[in-house]
């Protein structure tokens, strides 16, 4: 682990081991949150509009209502990259329904993310690889500690907050869901964050007005 991120502390590996039914989680000012178990299946009933992610010529991210009929379940390797996001990191689009979707995030070795905040969706992660830091602020004040984060752990992304990550030597992967889709560019809008940024910007990043 990179000798400039904490050695996390408050994670147990029993915690992580059935991590597909519920996750340790770790909220937006880093305290940890004792593990819950919830239940996220949900089926597609008839005459539902089903939703999947989709790029749009300019490369941005875009969803988009999915014309398979509702009870065709579609899965999708996490393989390739399908986009960059505003704030550099690999998108791999995996799909979603009309009220939300869901992509997986990787950043390589030793990177820092461009600090964003969202303008109208909120988000919830969980780490699937790597380890690293995420800084999330509602208030946006750069001082406002980080939180050390391994594979299991999960985090939310409230409305508004600005948040920026780092990677370790091992780089760092995260599946997201985005609630509501995805609205395409201008969504995210370029903010100060406390690390400066090693990766370059995806379509659709904007400046603070």
Do not use: N, Y
């Not at 370029?190 to 910007?201: D, F, N, V």
């Amino acid at each position: 682990m990179d000798p400039g991120i904490p050695k996390r502390t408050t994670a147990h590996s029993s915690q992580r081991q059935w991590c597909a039914a519920g996750c340790s989680q770790v909220s937006e000012f880093g305290r940890h949150i004792s593990p819950t178990r919830h239940s996220w299946a949900r089926s597609a009933g008839a005459g539902e509009a089903v939703w999947s992610a989709g790029v749009s010529s300019a490369g941005g991210i875009v969803g988009v209502i999915d014309s398979r009929p509702p009870a065709s379940f579609h899965t999708r390797p996490a393989t390739d990259p399908d986009a960059i996001a505003p704030d550099g990191s690999s998108v791999h689009l995996l799909g979603g329904l009309a009220r939300g979707g869901m992509a997986c995030f990787d950043v390589g070795p030793d990177e820092v993310s461009i600090a964003v905040r969202h303008r109208t969706v909120e988000e919830l992660w969980v780490f699937t690889g790597g380890s690293g830091e995420m800084w999330i602020s509602l208030s946006g004040d750069v001082t406002d500690p980080p939180a050390a984060v391994v594979e299991g752990d999960a985090i939310r992304i409230p409305v508004g907050a600005t948040f920026q990550f780092r990677s370790s030597a091992g780089g760092l992967r995260a599946v997201g869901v985005t609630m509501p889709p995805w609205p395409g560019d201008g969504e995210a809008v370029r903010s100060t964050g406390p690390w400066t940024p090693t990766l370059g910007p995806g379509p659709g990043l904007v400046d603070e007005p």
